[in-house]
């Protein structure tokens, strides 16, 4: 199969287990799946469809079992945990928790992301921060600890670090289950703006159907097995 | 420069950080403390070395300590005299002998250093003095910092009377005093000539000593004299040491080859092995408690590599900052001990540096125990 240069995830009669001998059980179902680049990707679907499982497979944290699975054209198939390690610095990741640094504050959690890519000195790092930021509308809570920052700031936060190093691909679990319905909108809305500005590629996994209206397209997960594949209507 | 990880880890819970430093510094200061009263009573047992006045020693080859020393014929020791560069040799004698307590009239064994009183062998205070008195047949001279079951005999000899007793059944007087001390070996020492020393000992061979002094002329090499005598008295029966040697191989015997150096040994590592278990603690339940913190980091890319180095190097700080304390503290608990047991227990830069090693070691191995840990952060968990 060839990777054509505007297909970011390319995913085809991907299964996979769980468990060993007769408690083995099967979670995905023959996924096929592209995304192309710039898209923004709702993922929904009731607990334990296997959604989650399918996103830490795309973010190579998980190791793939069988079928195809190409993520920023690397088959993730087979593949050894250096080369997974080196695809998870080219992808944003933002968690249902936000799983800041509490000993660090808004401004070094975002560096920690830009340090993984060893090319800017410490003064560039900290100015290219601080622009993000303020890109999420933090500007004043630069210095602040995640212990002093509301829910939606720390997501916002974490917005900022998972898009800080420009990857062209962001996954998101949940990013607003944590939050009241502002905030919620406000954070969807930040990371729809962003990705368009830089070019990624978003997938959401979300039970909020109120999100739902920022996807180009909408994927339902039931039982492991993609069910529907469908645009959503222009709202 | 990069975000310190590890220090921001550390210094952004004070509490944890407060009682990591306590529990670092507790620790060293335990095996300060043990390695403290260890060295002072080793350097107790090496007292009477440290008074001899030669540049090289000549001992048995059997002989592990100067307190149970093996003898050798003192033709050994003359046979090298006319070696080019030596001054003069003299033999000194050791033996234990009942000293009866004048007043009770019970005996102790007491130490006797018989010495040849032309030389000034042992620079005591007191010795040199009355260095013309044990020429005087069955005249010795006492170590007022004897035990005091020996009697008052340095009360008495300062009253001005006349102090007689027997040791090994021959009357002797106390021709004067000189301060030497206890140790291990020794409740009390008593010094004399070499002639009344084998008048107290009737039976020893005056041709079997316990050791030999070598002094050396002036500004001749002694590590050459030592080298050429080490090489000709090779697969001899006698050894032959400098200074440094002598107290080395003194020391080596009460380290080894008694209960001594192995209980403040045993105490060193449990102090040791405590601090393995505060250190331990303390990274083990920081690495718990950032489990999803450094999932997330692993999440973003960051390779173990990385997560362990922030690990050991939170040890690596705390062993620092642990130990910097625990040096000032121990110097004040030094003084306090040195004031009430009269041992000469000081800091030495032989024991900071050891316990700082000790300190790393200890940190790094908790380290070690505590990485473990991180390898269950897993980032598939943290979606």
């Given amino acids: 199969m060839k990777h054509q240069k505007n297909e970011v995830i390319v995913i085809r009669n991907l299964s996979h287990f769980f468990g060993e001998g007769i408690l083995r059980k099967q979670i995905l179902f023959n996924i096929n799946l592209t995304l192309k680049s710039g898209e923004i990707v709702i993922m929904k679907g009731p607990s334990g469809s296997g959604k989650t499982t399918l996103l830490t497979l795309i973010g190579a944290l998980r190791s793939p079992q069988s079928g195809s699975l190409q993520v920023l054209g690397q088959e993730l198939v087979g593949t050894n945990r250096r080369k997974m390690v080196k695809i998870r610095r080219q992808i944003g990741y933002i968690f249902q928790g936000h799983n800041l640094l509490e000993c660090l504050t808004a401004r070094q959690n975002v560096q920690m992301s830009i340090e993984l890519h060893n090319n800017l000195s410490s003064e560039e790092a900290k100015q290219k921060s601080i622009a993000m930021l303020e890109a999420v509308g933090l500007g004043d809570r630069v210095e602040y600890y995640p212990h002093n920052l509301s829910g939606g700031e720390k997501q916002r936060v974490a917005i900022a670090r998972a898009l800080v190093s420009h990857p062209q691909l962001v996954l998101a679990d949940e990013p607003t289950a944590a939050l009241d319905s502002k905030s919620g909108r406000d954070v969807v809305e930040i990371m729809q703006r962003l990705a368009k500005e830089l070019g990624s590629t978003i997938l959401i996994v979300t039970h909020d159907n109120r999100i739902l209206d920022i996807a180009d397209r909408i994927l339902e997960m039931e039982d492991g097995r993609l069910r529907v594949n469908h645009i959503p209507k222009a709202s | 420069m990069k975000i310190p990880l590890s220090w921001l880890q550390l210094s952004h819970e004070k509490v944890r950080l407060f009682v990591a430093i306590a529990g670092i510094t507790f620790a060293d200061v335990l095996m300060f403390m043990q390695l403290g009263f260890r060295d002072a009573l080793f350097d107790s047992s090496t007292k009477m070395h440290k008074t001899l006045e030669g ?250 590599l990385y997560l362990l180095g922030v690990v050991f190097q939170e040890a690596i700080i705390l062993a620092i900052i642990g130990y910097l304390p625990s040096v000032s503290l121990t110097m004040l608990l030094y003084f306090g001990a040195a004031n009430a047991t009269g041992l000469p227990i000081a800091m030495s830069a032989t024991k900071a540096i050891t316990v700082f090693v000790l300190t790393g070691v200890m940190c790094a191995a908790s380290g070690a125990i505590s990485v473990g840990k991180l390898r269950t952060a897993d980032p598939a968990d943290i979606f």
């Fill in chain 2, 55 to 304: 540049d090289l020693f000549m001992l048995s080859s059997q002989s592990d300590s100067t307190a149970f020393s093996s003898r050798f014929s003192r033709r050994r020791l003359y046979g090298i005299a006319g070696i080019k560069g030596i001054e003069y040799v003299t033999p000194i004698y050791i033996g234990s002998a009942d000293w009866k307590n004048p007043e009770l009239g019970n005996t102790r064994r007491i130490f006797v250093y018989g010495i040849n009183p032309l030389y000034s062998t042992l620079k005591l205070p007191g010795v040199e003095q009355n260095i013309e008195k044990i020429k005087f047949p069955d005249v010795v001279l006492f170590d007022r910092l004897s035990r005091l079951d020996f009697g008052p005999i340095a009360q008495n000899y300062q009253q001005g009377k006349t102090v007689v007793t027997e040791v090994s059944g021959r009357k002797i007087r106390v021709g004067g005093l000189f301060s030497l001390g206890t140790s291990f070996g020794a409740d009390g020492n008593i010094i004399t000539s070499d002639i009344n020393f084998l008048r107290l000992f009737p039976n020893r061979d005056p041709g079997l000593i316990d050791m030999g002094i070598i002094k050396l002329e002036p500004g001749v090499d002694r590590d050459l004299i030592l080298k050429t005598l080490q090489t000709k008295l090779v697969d001899g029966d006698v050894q032959v040491f400098d200074f440094d040697g002598l107290i080395v191989h003194e020391k080596k015997y009460w380290q080894t080859r008694t209960a001594v150096g192995f209980v403040f040994t045993l105490g060193t590592i449990m102090g040791f092995i405590v601090g393995i278990v505060i250190v331990y603690q303390i990274l083990y339940t920081d690495v718990a408690d950032h489990l999803p913190e450094y999932a997330t980091l692993k999440a973003m890319g960051y390779t173990d």
